[in-house]
């Protein structure tokens, strides 16, 4: 019995993309590419969000503006020249279900506000349990996972940070952009 409930938690994550039918984008990337698929049964709003987003072009041409090691990368809010990017109205928080914010896996970037989430989103480098939604606090809604190209967010997360733009600290010295994102199929 226990070797069983070990291999059911295991799979949590997989278990979601079962058959390949989730829908998947590609971040095509000045520092590779990397290919996310989106948990659209687990966080549908969030993953509508999302899409409408990466069809619009809305992506193009924006930066990984948030570059911190040990926890996670942030993009898609700003400009090559960091102006922040006009967004469509905040979505609700879906942080309640059931996805932890582990390494590789995608979240939406909000304010303090649970509900506050617009364009931008994170992608876990290490496990990040504290941004998980437990006993009634909401935490940051997982939407998706990273199944190409960890090795690209990792160097992305190793790129040299300091002041940028508006941003005290943690914007890479080197712009990383995120070129396009494009729907795909299972390459």
Do not use: C
């Not at 990466?54 to 898609?76: N, S």
Request: hydrophobic letters at 35%; glycine letters at 10%.
């Amino acid at each position: 019995m226990l070797r069983t409930m070990t291999v059911v938690v295991g799979l949590s994550l997989a278990a979601t993309a079962v058959g390949g039918e989730q829908p998947r984008v590609k971040l095509e990337t000045s520092q590779g590419d990397i290919v996310i698929e989106l948990f659209d049964q687990r966080a549908p709003k969030t993953v509508e969000n999302f899409l409408a987003y990466v069809d619009a072009g809305f992506y193009d041409g924006t930066l990984f503006h948030r570059v911190i090691p040990g926890f996670m990368i942030q993009g898609g809010g700003y400009t090559s020249d960091y102006r922040r990017k006009e967004t469509r109205a905040p979505i609700p928080n879906e942080s309640d279900n059931g996805l932890e914010n582990q390494r590789g896996t995608v979240a939406m970037a909000r304010t303090s506000s649970p509900d506050s989430a617009t364009s931008q989103f994170f992608i876990n480098v290490a496990d990040n349990g504290n941004l998980d939604y437990r006993d009634g606090r909401w935490g940051y809604a997982v939407f998706g996972q990273v199944v190409k190209g960890m090795s690209v967010v990792d160097a992305i997360v190793s790129v040299p940070t300091g002041p940028a733009g508006p941003f005290r600290q943690d914007a890479p010295r080197e712009p990383v952009l995120i070129k396009k994102a494009v729907r795909v199929g299972d390459d």
